[in-house]
Nanobody, 127 residues
Framework: QVQLVESGGGLVQAGGSLRLSCAAS????????MGWFRQAPGKEREAVAA????????DYPDSVKGRFTISRDNAKNTVYLQMNSLKPEDTAVYYC????????????????????WGQGTQVTVSS
C-alpha cells in the first residue's frame, strides 16, 4: 500500500526556515501529483502547495506564495517543502498527500483530489 512519511518539522522562531521532506513508497511516484497541506487546531485542513507529477506545474495559495517552495525528486521518491520567513500563523501539523489518480494535475487545492496521506509533522513557529 501507499506510504508517505513526512520529516523535518520542529520549533523555529518567526522569520526562520524549515525544510520538510516526504518519502513515498508503494506507488509509481513519478506518475502522481503531490501536495502539502496543513491543519492548525480548530481549523480546516488547507493546501499550501501542489506540484504536478513531472514538477513542471506548481501552485501555491496566496497565504504562502513567495515564502514556501515545493519541489520533488522523482529519483528519490521524495517531495519537499522549503518554508522561509515563517510566521506564528504557519504553526500547524503539515501533511503530504498523493493524488488519487495518476497523471492528473488540475492545480486544484481540493483535499478530495488526494487519496493517500502521511501521518503529519508538527511545525511550531514562536513569536
Amino acid at each position: 500500500q501507499v506510504q508517505l512519511v513526512e520529516s523535518g518539522g520542529g520549533l523555529v522562531q518567526a522569520g526562520g526556515s524549515l525544510r520538510l521532506s516526504c518519502a513515498a513508497s508503494g506507488l509509481t511516484f513519478s506518475s502522481y501529483a503531490m501536495g502539502w497541506f496543513r491543519q492548525a487546531p480548530g481549523k480546516e485542513r488547507e493546501a499550501v502547495a501542489a506540484i504536478s507529477w513531472s514538477g513542471g506545474n506548481i501552485d501555491y495559495p496566496d497565504s504562502v506564495k513567495g515564502r514556501f517552495t515545493i519541489s520533488r525528486d522523482n529519483a528519490k521518491n521524495t517531495v519537499y517543502l522549503q518554508m522561509n520567513s515563517l510566521k506564528p500563523e504557519d504553526t500547524a501539523v503539515y501533511y503530504c498527500a498523493a493524488d488519487s489518480r495518476s497523471h492528473r494535475y488540475s492545480g486544484s487545492f481540493s483535499r478530495y483530489n488526494y487519496g493517500a496521506w502521511g501521518q503529519g509533522t508538527q511545525v511550531t513557529v514562536s513569536s
